[in-house]
């Protein structure tokens, strides 16, 4: 069966700080594979997807990057944290070319900044 | 342009009653797919059912069931005799037929269910 890991769980980060949150997939492969943060009592914004390795698609222009060096590996990173980046950031795959399937959820990371 | 809107911010209910979860949405695709999720306390999200555009007829599994019309385009989600467990913030999603296969999410209803 598929299974998706993301770490670490919990992040403390000082401002200015750089960021790298992993997530891999097992059990499948050519997934699509997405990132999303979720602020404090708010809905899911998408932040990065791939179809691909080495292909990445930003939708909101922020201080992140996104990368996926490996065909079930996908990071999220930042140079220099800034306080607006504080959120719980969850990973994401389905499978590619089956769009009646549901994207399947990571158990996030709680990324605090101070 | 596709969207998703779930106008119940928060829903109060006491345990045992039945509850009702709202969920509209807007797509010129003429195939499409809807998703509920639930995200409770611990912060994962969990898939809970898929509807493709085509398949009008609801579903029911348990104390949940779903109503989906395209006349009106709705997906909505009942929850019958609730129970605390049900406690939780659930979205509604859709997805088009791009490539990205991207989810786009209503901005969820908060379920508070009282003892």
């Known amino acids: 069966s598929q299974t998706i890991h993301q770490w670490p769980a919990t992040l403390v980060q000082p401002v200015g700080s750089p960021l790298s949150l992993e997530c891999t997939v097992e059990g499948t492969s050519n997934p699509n594979l997405y990132w999303y943060r979720q602020a404090a009592g708010r809905g899911l914004q998408l932040l990065f997807y791939s179809v691909g390795i080495g292909q990445i698609s930003s939708e909101v222009p922020q201080n992140l990057s996104a990368s996926r060096p490996q065909d079930r590996q996908f990071i999220l990173s930042s140079k220099k944290l800034l306080l607006s980046d504080s959120g719980f950031y969850l990973c994401a795959w389905s499978g590619r070319g089956r769009p009646n399937q549901p994207q399947h959820f990571g158990d996030g990371t709680r990324l605090s900044i101070l | ?115």
């Open chain 2, 1 to 115: 342009a596709q969207k998703v809107t779930q106008a119940q911010t928060e829903i109060s209910v006491v345990e045992k009653e039945d509850v009702t979860l709202d969920c509209v949405y807007e797509t010129r695709d003429t195939t499409y797919y809807l998703f509920w999720y639930k995200q409770p306390p611990s912060g994962e999200l969990v898939f809970l059912i898929r509807r493709n555009s085509f398949d009008e007829q609801n579903e029911i599994s348990g104390r949940y069931s779903w109503n989906f019309q395209k006349s009106t385009s709705s997906f909505n989600f009942t929850i019958t005799a609730s129970q605390v467990v049900d406690s939780a913030v659930y979205f509604c999603a859709l997805r088009g037929m791009d490539s990205s296969y991207k989810l786009i999410f209503g901005s969820g209803t908060r379920l508070l269910v009282r003892p």
